[in-house]
């Protein structure tokens, strides 16, 4: 085992003591979950429509602050119906960071149009407005009432920054890059349910946010995501849309225009509003956690921990270490031995585009990408490994 | 009230005795969904992993007889996986009947094709092999190595039957016509899990067929699909394509083509294997139901009950008659007139042709389904109707 890792090993010990494998981040159910799953099987409303899945999103838009937010079955539909609504059309082109979850991108193919890649802010991994603004400076000419991409040729149609780990990212700063190029802001807040920066919650700076509760998540609905704005307008066609913009009738099938089966059933919803209730405990676990990865890494001058950035509350989703490696080879053989002792650690994502189907894409230049890439290590953060 | 709502009234009080409201269908929880879906909630597995959606998917395979079974998000995830995989592509045509669910041609816009309309068959709903070979023959005309529609220039890329109220669609004279186009054929089985033709099931005919799962469905998983085939390597493309592509690998991430989080949750799986162990029995409840509906309206001169064709067994999921009206007004005031009763009857779906973001697609000529639009209406079918 190299001295990195053998290091490594030695402070996950001390943050993690006890026997047995220790998970990257596993889910815990221990308020009303069955409660609310056995009420939502009995009433016989599992499907899409129920009294929880009203409730689920009555309780998110109540957490978060935002004025609407609408239940769907993953953040992937979440994201494909933001976009969408935000007027992006096929052939055109959709800024998101080079560093984040396959979905981001994914989402913005489903939409016909394609990712364009941006570099990372080196401290809190998200998208750099600063990187954008020069970024653009380079790239984008007026065209239309908008403004395109002058090397492609295609309309700029959006961005999509996403909050990774759970940290925020700069959203002043990057909406005022939005603005001047006239784009609309969906926010990715998929692993940052419970992030706050100046005080307001991930997912409310921009047009809209979308969230996910899938399995991995802070909390879970077993599979599902929702869509938060504070434009009416906006909340109401995503509900459209995810509904089969189906129009209101006592019992004639009519819809007026193509969409989607996207709802979150009302089995999912029940479990979400179980896991809601415990979200508060949630985040003082996994800030407590935060807290004994931050003091143990202090003194290791070779690892740094990826920690919240100023006047922001991370949900601190996943905690991360900074290494001195070369390449993602090296990367690795330090996550093998670290999984070989127990310890589930996992790299950040492959940059999008090194993906076979995104490899043609247009892209920033990336160096802040590309050395994150390389040199952090996603550890153990379920909120089960820091008992009250 | 008219003289045919009386009449039909007093048939449905005749089949559906006793008091309170009698809905269109209805789910029935009463054996291990409970027990499932809390063990499913112990374990921690809610979410894409875990042991029930690979029973749920093994239970399928078996119970259909299709060597695969890949467990989906819903019915329109399903279609949509399934006509991308047949090939479909950006601005072709695919074949899909005017009387459908909006989800039949919602998938295939999902692809970015154009839905092109067929017509029904007069007995049991479905695409009309006869009228689709007759209608080919006018428009189709080869082009490279297949078929274009000569009207519009576009590729006719797969065509997809669907089996309308559970009763099969003519499968073996479908196939025929579409082998002599080179069209690949999926069926959408959403409302057909139980029902076979010559002892083989639906969605077992074609290249692959789509279950749907959806709390108005005979078995639900609150909301879920899944894909049906025996081509090996259409089922690992489906399950690659539903899993956002991602490459075997202990950690890395790394996913080589656009895809979806389409996977079935492990929650909704736990739901599904428990319901499926009630199917037979719902079917034999659903089987005892149409013989009365079917014994009562043979004394009715002027209405028809929608049985299933010959050589199939239908799983009944929606009962219906056939009535003598001129226009939906018509059979709107008998809906109407049987909803104020307490008898939840509904029409069959508005012709897709009608709908305004279909309205400037290709389409056969539709006598058929046009007539059935206005004459026919869905009776009240819930397992529970009938006591065993």
Redesign the interface.
Known sequence: MSVVANRLVQVLGAVLPGDGPKALH????AGN??AY??EC??S??????GKFVEEFEARLAQYTGARWAVAV?????ALHIAISLAGVRRDEEVLIPALT???TA?AV??C?ASPHFLDSEPSALGLDPAALHEHLARIAERSGGGWRNRLTGRRLAAIVPMHALGHPVDMPSLLEVAGRYQLPVIEDAAESLGSTLGGRHTGTFGLAGTLSF???KIV????GGAILTNDAEFARHARHLTT?A?LPH????????????Y??????AA?GCAQLERLPDMLARKRRLAAAYRNRLAAEPAMQFVDEPPESASNFWLNAVRLEVDDVEGR?DI?GAL?AAGYH???L??LMHR???FQGCARAPLPVAEKLEKTVIKLPSSAKLVQN
Chains 1, 2 share one sequence.
């Not at 016989?44 to 429509?49: D, E, L, N, Q, Y």
């Open positions: 596993e889910p815990e159910f979950e069955w799953t056995k099987i009995d016989g409303w599992v499907s899409s429509a079955v993953n953040g992937t539909a979850f396959v979905a994914n193919a489903h016909g899938n399995g991995n879970t609905t077993g599979g089969t189906k006592a019992w004639r099938f009519l819809h007026d225009e193509v969409a989607y089966n709802r979150l059933p009302n089995l999912n479990l690795d996550i999984v650690c996992r790299p994502w492959t993906l076979p189907m």
